[in-house]
């Protein structure tokens, strides 16, 4: 076979090869090949993932920052054998949704065996810390849980989100009802210029700790631009509000005898000096955080300078009035007028908080007797001095804001005389014994501290069509 035989041969098998080639691939194209796209379960195109990265909506997990939980789960006894459980997550990423974030509450008793376990799954809006909340937690039997873990799935789904967040207002009432059904009253505006659809509303309601005391959830299907709406959150029963907060702050000072007498009862221990003194502590305890408190101890004279100027340090309070001794080798008398004139110059002071409430608290066994009238003759001349001084002392400070309460002990008081100091009439106390005292100082810090939650607060999500 010639040279040219041979090659046209070549010729014409190439010819159909690239013939048949380009027919099966015609077939391919048309019938098999998909273009890559992000939702093909392939890592193609531009991704830098399986159908994530690139110019896929879906983000990589490993191009993200991972949620943040910010403290430990709390629980709440909803009723006998009900519970609820919060978390606050963050999401720290400034144009990522996580569209689909798988979690589980697990909950434990004492002995850390598994109570109740509860999977769920939720979103977690950009740039945004949330509550998410799990109610309706059913614990069998009488056991009580310990505690709860709350964990992140690992499945993920992230979605870029570049549009402008929603705008939505939120107003609340105080805590209502606190002695009964408790309910917080709140209102939702959408200010955005589109409907907002299926909204998930987390309350949380603080103590002066910062520890969440109470948690609830509700909806609202949707609102349309400019739309308001009134929602609620209600709890069916009265819980506990943690540690102490006051609707107003209180600049206090504590007033206390320590003459003679306040050793009648025993020197060694001095009584009912003592006992008054861990009553005084016990008050001192109570209060807020955000409450000042002074010291002034009195006998013939007020303490110069005073047991303890106005302070929050609850520690120095309390070492102040341990501190308080009876004076010895010589007679010791009843200077009331002294007592409420440094109390009051503190209240006055810059010490105190201008938006405070100011309160002296009188505590006192005896008659007042000093100072002595500088021209009485008789004992009786005297009392009637020191009482006079001392009512205008009261009355005066009164006038100028101060709330005063008073406390007799014993059998060797002026009632009428403390009372008219006090206040109103039931700023008055009488402990027939140091024992009483107590019970008394803790009904005067219910009365000076309306107490109420530290904070709530009301987070929100978005959901637009339900998951």
Request: glycine fraction near 6%.
């Amino acid at each position: 076979m010639s040279d040219w035989a041979s090659r046209r041969k070549s010729i014409y098998l190439g010819v159909l090869v690239v013939a048949l080639s380009a027919v099966f691939f015609a077939i391919f194209w048309k019938y098999w090949y998909r273009a890559p796209t992000c939702f093909d379960n392939l890592k193609n195109g531009d991704e830098s993932g399986v159908d994530c990265g690139g110019s896929c909506v879906l983000i990589c997990n490993d191009s993200v920052i991972k949620p943040i939980i910010r403290w430990d789960p709390r629980l709440f006894e909803v009723s006998p054998g009900l519970w609820s459980a919060l978390i606050y997550v963050e999401n720290a990423n400034t144009n990522v949704d996580a569209v689909y974030l798988p979690y589980n509450f697990i909950i434990y008793d004492e002995n850390n065996n598994i109570l109740e376990e509860r999977k769920n799954a939720t979103i977690l809006p950009k740039n945004k810390t949330v509550g998410i909340f799990e109610g309706s937690i059913e614990i069998k039997g009488k056991v009580k849980p310990k505690r709860a873990v709350f964990q992140i799935g690992e499945n993920i789904i992230w979605q870029k989100n570049d549009k402008k967040g929603e705008d939505i207002d939120i107003t609340h009432s105080p805590l209502l009802r606190l002695d009964s059904i408790p309910r917080v009253e709140a209102n939702v505006k959408n200010n955005s210029t589109e409907e907002i659809k299926n909204i998930e509303l987390v309350i949380a309601i603080f103590d002066g700790n910062d520890n969440a005391i109470a948690a609830s959830r509700t909806f609202v299907e949707s609102l349309k631009k400019n739309e308001e709406t009134d929602i609620f959150f209600t709890w069916p029963k009265p819980f506990e509000l943690g540690s102490k907060m006051c609707e107003s702050p209180s600049n206090v000072m504590l007033l206390l005898d320590r003459s003679g007498s306040m050793a009648s009862l025993g020197s060694n221990p001095p009584e009912p000096l003592t006992t008054a003194k861990v009553a005084a502590n016990s008050f001192v305890m109570q209060l807020s955080p955000k409450d000042k408190i002074g010291v002034v101890s009195f006998a013939t004279k007020a303490k110069d300078p005073i047991d303890l100027n106005l302070t929050s340090d609850l520690n120095f309070a309390t070492e102040a009035v341990g501190g308080i001794s009876i004076e010895e080798g010589s007679i010791q008398y009843t200077n009331i007028f002294e007592a409420l004139h440094s109390g009051w110059q503190e209240l006055v002071s810059a010490r105190a908080e201008e938006n405070s409430s100011n309160i002296i608290i009188l505590l006192t066994d005896g008659i007042a007797n000093n100072p002595k009238n500088p021209t009485g003759r008789t004992e009786e001349d005297d009392i009637k001095y020191a009482e006079s001084v001392a009512m205008k002392e009261a009355t005066n400070a009164k006038a100028n804001g101060l709330s005063i309460y008073t406390i007799g002990l014993g059998d060797e008081i002026n009632e009428s005389f403390l009372k008219t100091l006090a206040s109103e009439e039931d700023n008055y106390f009488f402990a027939p014994s140091a024992v009483n005292l107590k019970t008394i100082y803790s009904k005067i810090s219910s009365d000076i501290c309306n107490e109420i939650p530290a904070r709530i607060e009301i987070s929100y999500r978005i959901f637009g069509a339900a998951i």
